[in-house]
């Protein structure tokens, strides 16, 4: 089994930044992939990122290119999420998932095994 514990979520004005982390524990996570989701009110869960176990692949979502970054120190079994340039439309819970291998459609939440209990992130106009 693996525990992920999302924090850093909060209230931030547009254009703004947060730097989400995931702290996982339980089994090892050699080789797994870990994501970000983030699902808001009435919406369905939907990908934002996800990174390999080396952190040398990495895949985003359309809409979040060029403003967030994931990142992952193995070290610490943490994984992070910076997120730049906030915009009102980002608004929603994110969520850390763990899955192994990386799956075959990462965007998908089928391919992950384990999932936070996700931190809020409101960004105001």
């Known amino acids: 089994q693996v525990q992920l514990v999302e924090s850093g979520g909060g209230l931030v004005q547009a254009g703004g930044s947060l730097r989400l982390s995931c702290a996982a524990s339980g089994r090892t996570l050699r080789g797994y992939v870990l994501a970000w989701f983030r699902q808001a009110p009435e919406k369905e869960r939907e990908f934002v990122a996800a990174?390999?176990?080396?952190?040398?692949?990495?895949y985003y979502a359309d809409s979040v290119k060029g403003r967030f970054a994931i990142s992952r120190d193995n070290a610490k079994n943490t994984v992070y999420l910076q997120m730049n340039s906030l915009k009102p439309e980002d608004t929603a819970v994110y969520y850390c998932?763990?899955?192994?291998?990386?799956?075959?459609?990462?965007?998908?939440?089928?391919?992950?095994?384990?999932w936070g209990q996700g931190t809020q992130v409101t960004v105001s106009s």
């Open positions: 990174i390999s176990w080396s952190g040398g692949t990495t």
């Open positions: 998932a763990a899955g192994n291998p990386w799956p075959v459609r990462p965007t998908s939440r089928l391919g992950y095994d384990y």
